[in-house]
């Protein structure tokens, strides 16, 4: 498997963290992913997952 790039800095690492989902209108949407340095520094973006999540008052 070859290393992906961080959406961030564009280097590519092979320790990748997502970091969000982005909706491409095709398929089912892409991963995002970055280098564990910038993921500390990025916001989660919008995820399938996180928009449930964000509904549900806790
Ligand atoms: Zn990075």
Known sequence: MSA???C???R????RVAVGWRDTGSNSGTTVYACPDCALKIDPGPSPEDTQSA???R
């Open 8 to 10: 961030r800095c564009g």
């Open 55 to 57: 509904t549900d008052p």
């Open 4 to 6: 992906t790039r961080c």
């Open 12 to 15: 590519p690492t092979e320790a």
